[in-house]
T-cell receptor
Framework: DAMVIQNPRYQVTQFGKPVTLSCSQT?????MYWYQQKSSQAPKLLFH???????NEADTPDNFQSRRPNTSFCFLDIRSPGLGDAAMYLC??????????FGPGTRLTVT | QQQVKQSPQSLIVQKGGISIINCAYE??????FPWYQQFPGKGPALLIA?????SEKKEGRFTISFNKSAKQFSLHIMDSQPGDSATYFC??????????????FGTGTRLQVTL
């Protein structure tokens, strides 16, 4: 019954060591989003894919990259994680204007 | 103009009471207003949503009231239960041509329902 799946649920990485978070969806939604959420804050949109088109938010650091190899999967790459990148990373999907449906998130810890 | 203002920041309600969370927006292009419920360590879950052509939508104990002229909308939780204790986010999005719509979130309300 899972709709938006994120792996891993918890990720610990070292300062500066690249890390990849993954998201998959069974909803066949054409839009996939990546959000960063820090404690007691609202989710902050990093970027999204509309079909194959990548859309970056203006204030998303270059340190964050994304890949969408097919409709079902999307990856978030953090090239050189800093302590300030420790957060919950949320993947969400939507079909055009409806939604979005969020995954359970990946809690990233940077040591 | 893109902001969605949410209040209160935190709310304590007794079991069986009514929880009310308010949001206000400026951007008249917004045409979709969802509410999300988030438990600690979990992703936000879509609770209920409304479009501006209706003034109220009810799903079980949850009701959205929408006032288009005032650019305000609110979430009412009737017969609040301890299991409703969570953070609630309002959000809004506008139609986008040729690309995906994006949600603008309120700052969140932490609801605690006491016994």
């Amino acid at each position: 019954d899972a709709m938006v799946i994120q792996n891993p649920r918890y990720q610990v990485t070292q300062f500066g060591k690249p890390v990849t978070l993954s998201c998959s969806q069974t909803l066949n939604h054409n839009v996939m989003y990546w959000y960063q959420q820090k404690s007691s804050q609202a989710p902050k949109l990093l970027f999204h894919y509309y079909d194959k088109d990548f859309n970056n938010e203006a204030d998303t650091p270059d340190n964050f990259q994304s890949r969408r190899p097919n409709t079902s999967f999307c990856f978030l790459d953090i090239r050189s994680p800093g302590l300030g990148d420790a957060a919950m990373y949320l993947c969400a999907t939507s079909r055009d204007k409806v939604g979005g449906y969020f995954g359970p998130g990946t809690r990233l810890t940077v040591t | 103009q893109q902001q969605v203002k949410q209040s209160p920041q935190s709310l304590i309600v007794q079991k069986g009471g009514i929880s009310i969370i308010n949001c206000a927006y400026e951007n008249t292009a917004f045409d979709y207003f969802p509410w999300y419920q988030q438990f600690p360590g979990k992703g936000p879950a879509l609770l209920i949503a409304i479009r501006p052509d209706v003034s109220e939508k009810k799903e079980g104990r949850f009701t959205i009231s929408f006032n288009k002229s005032a650019k305000q909308f609110s979430l009412h939780i009737m017969d609040s239960q301890p299991g409703d204790s969570a953070t609630y986010f309002c959000a809004a999005s506008a139609r986008a041509t040729g690309t995906a719509s994006k949600l603008t979130f309120g700052t969140g309300t932490r609801l605690q329902v006491t016994l």
